[in-house]
C-alpha cells in the first residue's frame, strides 16, 4: 500500500459550486453521517446522487462520468464509510469533490474523504511502519499489529486497486481517509439523468446524509396543509428509531433548513438527578463553516430552562452574540429570571417585544438573529432542550414556533421511546448474561465450538447452552429452546439450566433427567413463568400469554465419556428438539437421536437416549430451531435437508471453523438478517 500522504487541503463551502481550474474553486458535496450500519447504504445513495446532479448541472467534467466511475465511486465510499463505522464508531464526515486541471491536456479526478473523529483507532488493514513514519502522529501511538489478512484488510486492498492514489490524514482529533479516481472518459456527453431517480436518490440519502446546501425558505407553506405533512414525515422518521442519538440527529436535520437556520439538541441524563449535566447531542447548521463556532459557543455552558417552562418557546439570545450575555446562567431568560415561559406573538401584538432582539433588527445575513427554545418532555418528564435559530431577523413567526413545538413534542416521545428500548435491552443483557454460563467446560479429547446470537437486544431470548462436568469422568452438554421469549422464558431457562446440572451431578441417566426435569417443569416452572407475566402486566407492561397455555421446553441433553483408545462414547436424547448430525471424515451425515415429545406437554413421557461412539475426526453437530428454520419465502433452510448438505462440506474441518460455516450459511440463505435466536454447539474428536 502507498504510505500516508501529506494533509490534503478541503473546500469549506457549503453546498455545491461550479468547478474552476487547478487553483480556483472546486465542485464539491458533503454530509454528515451517524456512526450507525445505516450509514455506508446513505452514502452510497449520496454519491450516486450528486454524481448525477453534476451531471445534470452541465460541469464539463461530469461529461467524462461513466458508469463504471459511478461504480467504483459508490464501492470506495461504501468500503471507506464501513470502516469509519465498524472501527472509530463516532460521526462521519464524507466529501465528494470534484478536481480540474487546466492546460495542455486538461484532467479531472474525483477525490473522496471520509472523516472520523477517532484518530487513536487504527485504519483496518493500515501498514504500521508506514503510520508509524507519519509526522503528524502522536510518539504515544505504538504501531499496531496487522491483522489477519484473511480475515482483515481486504477493503483497503480493494481501495487501492480501485484508486489512483490513497492515503491517511491524521489532524487533532481527526482521522481522514482519501482516495483518488481520475475521470478518464471523455469520449462525449451521457444521456440526460433521470429526474425522477434523481429526486429519489436525494430524498432517500437526505434521511440520513442531507447535502449541505442553503434553500430558499417560504414560511407561507406552513399552512393546514404543509404543517401536517411535516409532522407526518416527522413522526415517521422519529418513531422507528431505537436509538436517542440517532433520534436526534434526524431530529436536527428535519428542523434544518426547513424551520431554522441552525439547531442543537440537549439530552438530560436518565436518572441523573438535577445536579446532572445535560449532553450536547446534536449540532446542526445550514452552513457548515458555521458548524463548528456554534458547537464552540455552546458547548461553554448547556442551556437551561426554568423549572416552571411548559412546552412553549421560550426567547433566549443567540449564543454567539455580543451584545448578551451567555443564554445559560446569567441572560435575561436564565432560570428565574424575567420573561421566562413567555408566549411568541405575532408582529405588533402581545409578546412581539418580549425577545432580546426586538428593538434592535439585526442585519441579514450577520451572525446575529432570533433564537427560541423548547423543552423535549414525555410523560411529564423532562428529557432535554431544542434550542433552534434563525440569522437576520429579529423573530420568528407564531406559525412556525408552533410547528416546532409540535415537532418536539413528537421529538419528546421518540426519545422517551428509545429510552425505554435501550432500557429494557440493558435489562435483557444483563438477564441473559445471567442466564448463560460465562464459561463452558473443556471436555478431554473434544474441541467445542459454540455460537449464540440472540434475534432483538431488547428481548431476552429463549435459548441457552450449557457444557460442565460430572462425577465419574463425565462431561455434559445442553442446547435448549424455550417458548418464546421476554421474561416467561427467562424464568423457565432459569429454573432448567441449574435443574439439569442438580439432575446430572446426581448420577441420573440421560433420560431419566430428562423424565425429572419434565415433571419439574409441568409443576415450579408454569407456576413461576404465570407469576412473571402477572408482574410484567401489573407494571403496566404487556403480559406475554395467555395463563391457561403451557410453556414448552425443547431440549438436545447428552452426555460425553472420553474412550482409551481415543475418541469419546456419546449419549443423547432430544425432546423436541431439532436432532443432532453426526459427520464422519468421509463427508458422510446422519441424526444421532430421535425425536421425542417436547418437555412441559404430558406429564407421564419416559424418554430415551442414543448411544455412539465419536471417533476421532467426527464431528456432531446441535443447533435450535433458528437455523433449521431460518425462512426465506416459503423455503426454510433445513428443506430437503439442507443443513445435512452444509454440513457434509465441512468434513476435515475443526469445530471452529465448522461452527462459523454453518453461521454463515444460516445467515446467508436470506437477505434479512434472522428473526430467531440463533444457537448451535459443535463437538469435534481430535
Known amino acids: 500500500m502507498a504510505p500516508i500522504p501529506l494533509q490534503r487541503d478541503t473546500v469549506r463551502v457549503p453546498g455545491t459550486i461550479r468547478a474552476g481550474y487547478a487553483h480556483g474553486p472546486r465542485l464539491a458535496s458533503r454530509t454528515s453521517l451517524p456512526g450507525i450500519p445505516l450509514a455506508p447504504s446513505a452514502a452510497r445513495r449520496f454519491v450516486r446522487a450528486a454524481l448525477a446532479e453534476w451531471t445534470g448541472l452541465g460541469v464539463p467534467a461530469a461529461v467524462g462520468f461513466s458508469d463504471r466511475l459511478a461504480d467504483d465511486a459508490v464501492t470506495v465510499t461504501n468500503e471507506l464509510v464501513t470502516n469509519a463505522v465498524v472501527h472509530a464508531g463516532t460521526t462521519v464526515d464524507l466529501v465528494l469533490r470534484l478536481e480540474e486541471e487546466g492546460g495542455e491536456e486538461p484532467s479531472a479526478a474525483l477525490v473522496l474523504e471520509v472523516t472520523d473523529h477517532h484518530p487513536a483507532r487504527p485504519v483496518s488493514g493500515d501498514e504500521p511502519e508506514a503510520a508509524a513514519g507519519d509526522p503528524a502522529r502522536t510518539e504515544t501511538e505504538a504501531p499496531t499489529e496487522l491483522p489477519d489478512p484473511a480475515e482483515y484488510g481486504r477493503g483497503l486492498q480493494l481501495v487501492a486497486t480501485l484508486a489512483e492514489s490513497w492515503g491517511i490524514t491524521y489532524r487533532t482529533g481527526l482521522k481522514t481517509v482519501w482516495a483518488r479516481l481520475p475521470v478518464d472518459d471523455w469520449s462525449g456527453p451521457p444521456a440526460p439523468p433521470d429526474r425522477d431517480s434523481l429526486r429519489r436518490g436525494l430524498r ?48 436536527g436535520q428535519l428542523l434544518v433548513p426547513r424551520l431554522a437556520d441552525w439547531c442543537a439538541i440537549w439530552l438530560e441524563a436518565e436518572g441523573g438527578g438535577p445536579g446532572a449535566e445535560p449532553r450536547l447531542a446534536r449540532v446542526w447548521h445550514s452552513d457548515e463553516t458555521g458548524m463548528e463556532p456554534l458547537r464552540t459557543a455552546l458547548e461553554r455552558e448547556p442551556l437551561r430552562l426554568p423549572a416552571d417552562v411548559g412546552s412553549g418557546p421560550v426567547h433566549v439570545p443567540v449564543p454567539w452574540s455580543a451584545q448578551h450575555g451567555p443564554y445559560a446562567g446569567d441572560g435575561p431568560y436564565a432560570e428565574g429570571g424575567p420573561g421566562a415561559g413567555s408566549s411568541l406573538g405575532a408582529e405588533g401584538g402581545p409578546g412581539a417585544q418580549d425577545g432580546p432582539h426586538a428593538g434592535d433588527v439585526p442585519h441579514p445575513g450577520s451572525r446575529d438573529g432570533a433564537a427560541l427554545a423548547f423543552r423535549i418532555t414525555a410523560g411529564g418528564r423532562a428529557l432535554g432542550t431544542v434550542l433552534v435559530g434563525r440569522e437576520g431577523v429579529a423573530r420568528m413567526p407564531e406559525a412556525v414556533a408552533s410547528l416546532i413545538e409540535d415537532f418536539v413534542r413528537r421529538l419528546g416521545l421518540a426519545v422517551g421511546a428509545a429510552r425505554a428500548y435501550t432500557r429494557q435491552a440493558t435489562i435483557s443483557r444483563i438477564l441473559q448474561r445471567g442466564l448463560l454460563p460465562s464459561k463452558v467446560a473443556e471436555i478431554p479429547g473434544v474441541t467445542s465450538a459454540l455460537v449464540y446470537e440472540p434475534s432483538d437486544d431488547g428481548v431476552v431470548g429463549g435459548d441457552f447452552y450449557d457444557i460442565f ?195 454463515r450459511a444460516v445467515h446467508e440463505f436470506a437477505e434479512q438478517p434472522p428473526d430467531d435466536d440463533v444457537a448451535l454447539l459443535v463437538l469435534h474428536a481430535d
Not at 206 to 215: G, H, S, V, Y
Not at 217 to 224: E, I, K
Not at 236 to 250: F, N
Open 204 to 251: 432517500a440519502a437526505e434521511i440520513l446524509a442531507p447535502a449541505a446546501r442553503r434553500t430558499e425558505r417560504d414560511d407561507a407553506v406552513w399552512d393546514s396543509r404543509g404543517a401536517p405533512a411535516f409532522l407526518a414525515e416527522a413522526s415517521d422518521l422519529l418513531a422507528g428509531q431505537l436509538d436517542e442519538d440517532l433520534v436526534a440527529a434526524i431530529a
Open 469 to 663: 462436568p460430572c462425577p465419574g469422568d463425565r462431561w455434559c452438554f445442553v442446547l435448549g429452546d424455550v417458548q418464546g421469549s421476554g421474561p416467561e422464558a427467562a424464568v423457565v431457562t432459569g429454573l432448567a439450566r441449574p435443574w439439569l446440572r442438580l439432575l446430572s451431578r446426581e448420577g441420573f441417566g440421560v433420560g431419566e433427567v430428562l423424565d425429572r426435569l419434565n415433571r419439574l417443569l409441568l409443576d415450579d416452572a408454569m407456576e413461576a413463568a404465570e407469576a412473571a407475566a402477572l408482574m410484567v402486566a401489573a407494571a403496566g407492561g404487556q403480559q406475554l400469554h395467555d395463563g391457561s397455555q403451557s410453556r414448552f421446553l425443547s431440549l438436545l441433553y447428552g452426555e460425553v465419556v472420553p474412550l482409551p483408545g481415543g475418541g469419546v462414547r456419546c449419549t443423547v436424547a432430544s425432546a423436541g428438539h431439532p436432532l443432532p448430525l453426526l459427520l464422519r471424515p468421509d463427508g458422510s451425515v446422519r441424526p444421532a437421536a430421535e425425536p421425542q415429545v417436547l418437555l412441559g406437554v404430558v406429564e407421564d413421557v419416559a424418554y430415551e437416549s442414543q448411544v455412539f461412539d465419536l471417533a476421532p475426526g467426527d464431528s456432531l453437530l446441535c443447533v435450535t430451531d433458528g437455523v433449521t428454520e431460518r425462512r426465506s419465502g416459503p423455503l426454510m433452510f433445513d428443506d430437503g435437508d439442507g443443513l445435512a448438505r452444509v454440513l457434509a462440506g465441512c468434513a476435515g474441518l475443526p469445530a471452529e471453523a465448522t461452527a462459523e460455516r454453518i453461521r
